[in-house]
Each structure stands twice: as C-alpha cells, then as structure tokens.
C-alpha cells in the first residue's frame, strides 16, 4: 500500500471522528441557543416589565399622595396618566406569557403561563382595591375632610403593602426561573467541553497510529533527501529533476523546484518588510537601548527625522506618562531575553501623544548574548480616545442620574418660592419696598430655573412627539418662555410655513439657544432670528452681536458639561445638539458673528 493510500485511509478515519464531533456539537449549540433564546426572549423582558409595574404603581401612589398635599388639577390628570400606564404594563405581562420563539413555539410551559396569569389576575384586584381607595381619598380631600382621608391613606397602605407582596413572590418566580437558565446553560457548556476533549484525544490518537504507521515507510526515502538537501543548502540550485516513480521522488523534484526559486524568495522577503515599514512602526536598539534604526513609519508618527532619532534612546519621545518602575519592569524582562509586550505613550515632536501596542524582541547571538532589540509598534490611538470618550459617557451617565434627583428636590421648593414671591410683589404694591429687590430674586429664580431645565431636558431620553406646527408658533413659544431684557433688540424673521417636528423640544431648543445670546451680549445688543423653507429642509439660525467664541473652543461647544460660563451648566448647547439629532438634524456655529444654524427635515 502506498503512502498516499495509508494516508488518505487515516484521513477518513480523523475526518469521520470530527464529523461525529461536530455533529454532537451543534447537537448542543442547539440546545443552548434555544435556552439562551427563552433567557433573552422571556425572562429578561418578564423582570423588565416587573419593574415597570412597580415603577407605575409607585407612580401612582405618589402622584395621589402629593394631591392630598397640593390639589391640583395637573397632579389629578397626572395620576390618571398613571393608571392607563399601569394597566398597559400589566397588559405587556400578560401578553409575554403567549410569546413564540423563533420555531413558532410558545417561550412558556403550561405551568408557567398560569403563574403569569394568575400574578396578573392579583395586580388587576389590587388595581380596583387600589382605585376604590383612591377615588374615595379624592373626594374626601375636594371636600377638605382631613379626618377621614387620614383613615384612607392607611388603607392605601395596606394595598400598596398587599401589591408589594405579590410583587416580590413574582419578582422570586422570575429570578429562579432566570438561574434555572443559567445553570442549564453551564450544563451544556461543560458537555460541549467534555465532549470537545473526547473529540481531541480520539483526533490525537488517530494521529499518533497514521504518524507510527508512516513514519516507518518514510525513513526508507530519508537518506536519499538528504544529500539533496544539503546542496541546497550550499546553495546549489541548478539540480537535475528525475523521473517521479514514488512520493519521495515527486517530493524530491518539489525540493529542486524550490531551490530554484530561492532568488525570487529573497525579493519577495524584501516586499514583506517593505509591507511592513509601511503599516507598522519599527526601531532597532543596541543592547543599551540607543537607536540604530528607524523605519519611515516611526519618523512619520513622531514627527522626528531619521537623523534626530538615530543615536538617540527612546527617552527623546517619552512622554511622562509611565512611571519609572513601568520601564524598570520592561528592561528586566528584556535583559533575561524574553519578549516584551504592551501599550506606551510617547510624545511626538509637536507635543502631540500617540499610542502604540508595542513588541520588543530581544535578538540573541552566540547563546546568551544579547545583540540588540527590534521594536514592532502598531498605532492605536484611535481606539485609546474611543475608551476615553466611551468612559466619559460612563461618567456622563452617572453625573445625569445624581442630576436628576437633585433637579427635582430642588423643583419643589423653588416652586414655593416663585409663588410667594408673587404674593409679596402683590403685597407690596401699596408700599415703598423698591421692586428691584424683587426683579433681582425673579431673575435668581428664573436663572436656577433655567438650569434645571438644562439637565433635565439633557437627560431625558423621550421619544419625539412629531407634529404638524407653524414655525411662528415655535419662535413665539420660545420668546414667551424668556425673559427678554429691554437692552436687546430682537429681529425676528416674519417667514412662516409649516413642517413637521416635535414643537415642544424644537421650542426648548430655540429657547436655549436665544438665551445663550442674551448671556453672550454685554450691555446692548441685537439678536437676529431668521427662519428658510427649502423643498425638503428648514433651515433656522440664531445669530448674537456678542464678542463671539474662540476658534478653539468651536469644537467642544457642544459637549456635555462644557462651559466658558460661571453660572452655566455646560447641558444647555449639548441639549440643542441631542434635540436637533433627534430630528435627524445637523447643528453648526460660526464666529464672529456668533451664528447658530439649525438644519432639519420638513418631516424628520
């Protein structure tokens, strides 16, 4: 039997071991999807949906405890609001209980649909107990009966003790429902593993008998190879094929032909390191770490010339980003001659900084001695500023949240305040109290105001309420939310047409906008407001008389937290920015002028 024969037979054998394999495999990837599809398909949503209900139902029970406090119409409205909200999550729940998976299949057992639908049937009741509760508090609080609203609020209680109850035992159902999921995923992740090491040591037996089995038949061409081999490696290239009447003789003749294109080798080795020069940064130190030599790439990403870094140590491009310990820890690797890996900053020429993912190879002669160093860098400063920004949004986040509860415990209070204002400024008509205290007050008021919209209006993510409006109504709502100083006169474009946008967040971010013109105006001043119709776009700019914006700070203007102002809160532009790409939008700033151009689809 011929080798090729042996070895096509072992082939077949490891080919039918694998086969087997990889059959069992997508046996078990199949079941571990479809555990995976319930996990993502079912009980992820279920908690989801959880948490909205009780965040409903708090809802609820606040709005209704805070009109028993205030009585007023919009907590009234607000707190029916919630009902239709609560109902719908409850309607969501039960809806979850009959999803299909992708084979058409209900995600659910029978046993598991009934737990859904009885939690539904409990939140129903406690809805109605809860309803019946409440529109008896409303009433007792219209005709201002304090004794008997006393009485309902602590039933009230009671429900929202029964509803947290319930809550909690589906909250429990849910979450081992969700480490059932785990755990058969782990199961079936250890059978892919075991059943993977079988496959392997039955692939490396296999392996082990064709190797024995052949390797005896191979040591017969071995001598014959030998000698062949040895001229080509004297460089003797103009050898004389033979007839092929076995492996070995082909095999030999394949040895010949690639001798023969050794010299064509070596040019195509030249390409290789030309390729790459020209996608990687390279350096060769000697021992002591002075450079030898650098490729064009390194001299093009630290703006160095050949000349200035030949000679040189690396220090010419440190940074001072590293601590010393960082390099101590480096060169102790290097001198016991293994490879280093990792990422440094440098400092370019310019003063710019650059990372590079970094190899360093020690080239090692005569046994121990170290000749000299090749450095291999691959830039990747791009992805070094994409964690950077990806970790200021992870900030950003957390700064939003605590501005948010922050923002509304201060509503409340400031709320008071403008309404007793209001009263004292009456109060004080009839007597010689100077108005301008209270002007100064109202502008604090209207200035703190102001910024709670600016956090709030920057960390909502709510979705766009798209209608049909005139852009007269939009300008109007904005300057009537505004107010205007008599030193600045207003040209406002007469212009008007109709388009489609969400008018009460487009209104918020004109309003943002001519305010951010009233504060860059000092003393007297004029701000233009001009308004285009174009066949599919509208085009709306705001332009200020104010001293302008720097060219260098153009470029973050709009970034969250970024201000040049003292009383800002760096929300107010980057809450233009996220209402205008809300609109499928664009938003761009000249100066000087100071020109705020808004670009929006007619119908976004």
Request: glycine share 6%; with cysteine; aromatic share 8%.
């Amino acid at each position: 039997m011929k080798i090729r024969t042996k070895l096509a037979l072992g082939l077949v054998i490891i080919i039918g071991i694998f086969v087997t394999g990889e059959s069992y495999s997508s046996y078990l990837s199949f079941e571990i999807n479809s555990v995976a599809e319930y996990h993502n398909s079912m009980s992820i949503p279920a908690l989801t949906m959880l948490g909205d209900i009780e965040t409903s139902f708090n809802n609820m029970n606040n709005y209704l405890l805070y009109y028993t406090i205030f009585p007023n119409d919009a907590t009234k409205d607000a707190y029916f609001e919630e009902q239709t909200i609560f109902l719908n999550h409850v309607s969501d729940y039960e809806t979850l209980a009959n999803a299909k998976n992708s084979l058409g299949n209900d995600l659910a057992d029978d046993n598991m649909k009934n737990m859904m639908n009885n939690y539904v049937d409990h939140y129903e009741k406690i809805f109605d107990d809860f309803i019946l509760t409440s529109n008896a508090i409303i009433g007792v609080v219209d005709s201002e009966n304090k004794e008997e609203s006393v009485t309902l609020i602590q039933d009230l209680r009671l429900i929202n003790e029964d509803f947290q109850n319930i809550l909690d035992k589906n909250y429990a159902v849910e979450n081992t429902g969700k480490e059932l999921e785990q755990n058969s995923i782990r199961d079936i992740s250890g059978k892919i593993t075991t059943s993977t090491l079988i496959i392997n040591i039955l692939l490396g037996l296999a392996s082990i008998s064709i190797v024995i089995i052949v390797s005896y038949d191979i040591s017969k061409q071995v001598g014959s190879l030998k000698q062949l081999t040895t001229q080509i490696s004297k460089r003797q290239y103009d050898i004389i094929s033979t007839h092929s009447k076995n492996e070995f003789d082909s095999l030999r003749n394949d040895i010949i032909e690639m001798g023969n294109t050794v010299k064509s080798s070596v040019q195509e080795l030249e390409n290789f390191r030309r390729a790459l020069d020209n996608s990687a940064s390279v350096t060769i130190t000697n021992p002591d770490g002075v450079i030898t030599f650098v490729n064009e790439q390194y001299c093009k990403i630290s703006k160095f010339s050949r000349d200035e870094l030949i000679g040189k140590t690396h220090k010419i491009v440190n940074s001072g980003y590293h601590p010393p310990s960082f390099f101590k820890s480096m060169w102790n690797t290097l001198k016991s001659g293994d490879t280093w890996s990792g990422e440094i900053k440098n400092r370019s020429k310019d003063g710019s900084f650059h990372w590079g993912k970094t190899v360093i190879t020690p080239v090692i002669y005569d046994g121990n001695t170290i000749h000299h160093f090749i450095e291999i860098r691959t830039d990747i400063t791009p992805r070094i500023k994409l964690q950077q920004k990806l970790l200021k949004q992870e900030k950003l986040v957390t700064i939003g949240e605590l501005s948010a509860r922050l923002a509304h415990d201060i509503r409340n209070p400031l709320s008071i305040i403008q309404v007793s204002l209001e009263n004292l400024k009456l109060m004080s008509k009839d007597t010689k109290i100077d108005q301008k205290h209270f002007d100064r007050v109202e502008r604090a008021i209207n200035r703190i105001s102001h910024q709670i919209e600016d956090v709030l209006g920057y960390i909502r993510n709510e979705p766009m309420q798209i209608e049909k409006t005139n852009m007269s109504e939009i300008i109007a709502d904005a300057l009537d939310s505004i107010n205007l100083p008599n030193s600045i006169y207003f040209d406002i474009s007469k212009n008007d047409f109709e388009f489609y946008c969400d008018k009460k967040r487009l209104a918020v971010a004109l309003t943002n906008l001519i305010i951010n013109g009233i504060q860059a105006i000092d003393g007297k001043g004029e701000i233009k407001i001009n308004c285009e119709d174009t066949v599919n776009e509208v085009v709306i700019s705001v332009q200020d008389s104010g001293k302008g914006i720097p060219t260098d700070l153009k470029e973050n203007i709009f970034e969250p937290l970024f201000t040049t102002k003292q009383q800002g809160t760096g929300l107010g532009l980057a809450s233009v920015a996220s209402i205008v790409q809300g609109h499928h939008g664009t938003i761009s700033v000249t100066s000087p002028p100071t020109t705020f151009t808004i670009i929006l689809p007619k119908n976004p």
